[in-house]
């Protein structure tokens, strides 16, 4: 029964973020907000084909990302609140860190110390679940959860929880680092 389910997990995220088949699979109507609306995700898996080996760290199991994607669709919207780590508000490093205790993961607490942890990998390898980091300034750095299709989901200082496009000229322009922590 397990290698059944597993044989049809491809399908299944596929779906997942394909509007024309989301009512295929009677998905609750979380799954229709935000930006992952009206995205095809790619099924395909990159191979590594680089000098620098990936494989010591592997990324997050698409069960894993499932729950993170569950948990954020709980907390979209809650607005931003630097320091914040609750409903009340919440800032980018809190924001990934609950993601992962989601899935018992352990994140330390600020974003510079989150970019410290596990392994920086290159844009053109991130996997979902990667943490993606962005210098907003000389002295702050911004955190997110990629999530496949160029978008990553974060708490973002005027939009609160939500989802944005690695591809939106100010994430180009500010993109810092990709890191691989499990």
């Not at 491809?10 to 394909?18: D, E, K």
């Not at 979380?30 to 494989?55: G, M, P, Q, V, W």
């Not at 780590?85 to 800032?91: L, Q």
Request: proline share 2%; net charge positive.
């Amino acid at each position: 029964m397990l290698s059944k389910k597993l044989k049809l997990l491809p399908i299944f995220i596929y779906c997942l973020f394909t509007s024309q088949y989301l009512h295929a699979f009677n998905l609750p109507k979380s799954f229709e907000s935000d930006t992952l609306k009206n995205r095809t995700y790619s099924t395909s898996i990159k191979t590594n084909t680089s000098s620098d080996s990936l494989t010591t760290i592997k990324p997050l199991h698409s069960q894993a990302v499932n729950e993170i994607l569950d948990e954020y669709h709980d907390w979209k919207g809650v607005k931003y609140r630097w320091g914040g780590d609750s409903r009340r508000g919440i800032d980018c490093s809190a924001f990934t860190r609950r993601m992962f205790k989601e899935i018992s993961v352990h994140l330390p607490r600020t974003s510079s110390e989150q970019l410290r942890t596990g392994k920086k990998i290159s844009k053109k390898h991130l996997k979902a679940g990667d943490l993606v980091f962005f210098k907003t300034s000389r002295r702050e750095r911004h955190v997110g959860i990629y999530v496949g299709n160029d978008q990553f989901i974060h708490a973002s200082t005027k939009k609160g929880v939500t989802t944005s496009s690695l591809n939106n000229s100010y994430w180009l322009r500010n993109y810092e680092a990709s890191v691989r922590v499990t």
